[in-house]
């Protein structure tokens, strides 16, 4: 059976600090697909990154970045100097080879207070 | 910013009436979406398209019915509307391709209440 389990519901920092928000993925495939999507207070869904199982290296864009883990499972998501634009709700979704769908966790609301 | 519309953007309606929610795409992606947002699910597929006329379910297709009669646009119905129905929905394409890796680019959604 195909899993995305976001455990934190809600995460709430001060501005500047580092916030780490974690993915962790059930799948029976070899070769699977992860993502994760930004969606803001005003809705929309945003996509922020994407990683295949075969690649291992971790991704840094400006203030994110992303660590995938194979060994336990997890794509786990780092705001370094958190701003409060950056408070959102944010979702690791999953998807495989051997089907469409999209696995969604249930997402992390992160709020960054000033 | 992905070239999807979705309308309306906000309905209210009462239960046992008919709804259709529309998605159009200016991007000529092969694959179209429909998913409900309700607090503490996430997102979930409701039905999905691979091409006009074809179409499958998704995790939560019951009471949902589906069409894509051009590339363009890909319509969800509840036929008979029920108050579990009450939800977020959004639309989302993704490219021509059988590569499960390609990103799903979403509309900005249709707030929907079923009194």
């Known amino acids: 059976a195909q899993k995305v389990t976001q455990a934190q519901t809600e995460i709430s920092v001060v501005e500047k600090e580092d916030v780490t928000l974690d993915c962790v993925y059930e799948t029976r495939d070899t070769t699977y697909y992860l993502f994760w999507y930004k969606q803001p207070p005003s809705g929309e869904l945003v996509f922020l990154i994407r990683r295949n199982s075969f690649d291992e290296q971790n991704e840094i864009s400006g203030r994110y970045s992303w660590n995938f883990q194979k060994s336990t499972s997890s794509f786990n998501f780092t705001i370094t100097a958190s701003q409060v634009v950056d408070s959102a709700v944010y979702f690791c979704?999953?998807?495989?080879?051997?089907?469409?769908?999209?696995?969604w966790g249930a997402g992390t609301k992160l709020i960054i207070k000033p | 910013d992905a070239g999807i519309t979705q309308s309306p953007r906000h309905k209210v309606t009462e239960t046992g009436t008919p709804v259709t929610l529309r998605c159009h795409q200016t991007e000529n992606h092969r694959y179209m979406y429909w998913y409900r947002q309700d607090p503490g699910h996430g997102l979930r597929l409701i039905h999905y398209s691979y091409g006009v006329k074809d179409t499958d379910k998704g995790e939560v297709s019951d009471g949902y019915s589906v069409s894509r009669s051009k590339t363009e646009d890909f319509l969800l119905t509840l036929e008979s509307a029920t108050s579990s129905q009450t939800s977020v929905y959004f639309c989302a394409i993704s490219e021509s391709s059988l590569r499960r890796n390609q990103p799903q680019h979403f509309g900005d959604g249709t707030r929907l209440s079923i009194l």
């Open positions: 979704a999953l998807s495989q080879d051997s089907n469409y769908q999209l696995i």
